[in-house]
C-alpha cells in the first residue's frame, strides 16, 4: 500500500516537467476530440433511435421537445460511461511516451533497456484497453441500475469494476516495454493493482482533476514496477 502511494505521489512531482506537459496536453486535446464526437453522435444516434421507436414529431404536440431531453439524459449518461474508456485509451495509445518520460528522468538504465512500442502495437493496444473496458461496463450496468435503490451501491460498483480494469491496463502499458517475455508477469501484487487502479478510478470522477488522471496513473504505475524491479 505504501508503494501506491509514494509512487502516486512521486508521479505528481513529476507533471510539471515539460516533457510530461507535452505529452498531457497532446493526450488531452485527443481525448476532449474524441470526447465530443462521441457526444454529438451519441445524441443524434438517440435522438434517431427515439423516433424509431415511435416518439416521432408526429405522435403529440411537444414530442420533439420530449425526445431531445430523454436523448440528451441518454448521452450524458453514454458520456459518463465513456470519459474514462476514452480516456485511458488515449493515454494507453501515448503510453509509450509516458512511461519513457518518467524512465529518462528516474530510471535511465531502465530506459536504456525498454523495448520501443511500433505505432501499431499502441493502436492495438489502445483499441484493446477500450473494448475491454467498454464491454465489462456494459455488463456492469445493469446490476449498477438495479443497486440504484440502495444510494451508493452503483457508485461502489463501478468504483471496483474500474479499479480492477485500470489496474491492469496501468501496469500492463509500462510492463509491455521491459518484460521478457509475452508471460513473463509484472512484479505487481494484485493488491497493488487494485489499489492504484481504485485511486486513479476515483480520480477520474472528480472534475478537472480526471483531466490529469491517466497521464498520473501511468507515470505512478511506472514508478511502482521499478521501485519493485530495484528490491
Not at 458520456?79 to 494507453?92: F, H, S, T
Not at 480492477?164 to 509475452?182: F, K, P, Q, T, Y
Not at 493488491?191 to 507515470?219: K, S, T
Amino acid at each position: 500500500m505504501l508503494a501506491v502511494i509514494a509512487s502516486l505521489f512521486r508521479a505528481l512531482a513529476q507533471m510539471g516537467d515539460p516533457r510530461v506537459l507535452r505529452i498531457l496536453l497532446k493526450s488531452l486535446g485527443v481525448t476532449l476530440l474524441l470526447f465530443a464526437l462521441l457526444g454529438g453522435g451519441g445524441w443524434y444516434g438517440l435522438d434517431w433511435l427515439l423516433q424509431r421507436a415511435g416518439l416521432s414529431d408526429a405522435l403529440f404536440t411537444g414530442a420533439g421537445e420530449v425526445r431531445g431531453i430523454a436523448s440528451l439524459l441518454l448521452a450524458l449518461l453514454w458520456l459518463w460511461l465513456a470519459w474514462r474508456i476514452v480516456a485511458m485509451a488515449v493515454i494507453q495509445f501515448y503510453a509509450d511516451e509516458a512511461v519513457q518520460a518518467v524512465e529518462l528522468r528516474h530510471y535511465p538504465q531502465a530506459a536504456a533497456r525498454a523495448r520501443d512500442l511500433p505505432l501499431r502495437e499502441q493502436l492495438a493496444e489502445g483499441l484493446k484497453s477500450a473494448g475491454r473496458a467498454l464491454l465489462v461496463n456494459l455488463i456492469a450496468l445493469p446490476f449498477a441500475l438495479a443497486l440504484l435503490v440502495t444510494g451508493v451501491g452503483t457508485a461502489l460498483l463501478f468504483l471496483l469494476v474500474n479499479a480492477v480494469l485500470l489496474g491492469r491496463e496501468l501496469v500492463d502499458m509500462v510492463w509491455l516495454r521491459h518484460r521478457s517475455s509475452a508471460g513473463d508477469p509484472a512484479p505487481v501484487s494484485t493488491a497493488e493493482r487494485l489499489l492504484l487502479g481504485g485511486a486513479v478510478a476515483m480520480l477520474l470522477a472528480v472534475p478537472f482533476i480526471n483531466f490529469l488522471a491517466p497521464m498520473l496513473g501511468a507515470a505512478a504505475a511506472t514508478h511502482l514496477i521499478h521501485r519493485r524491479r530495484e528490491r
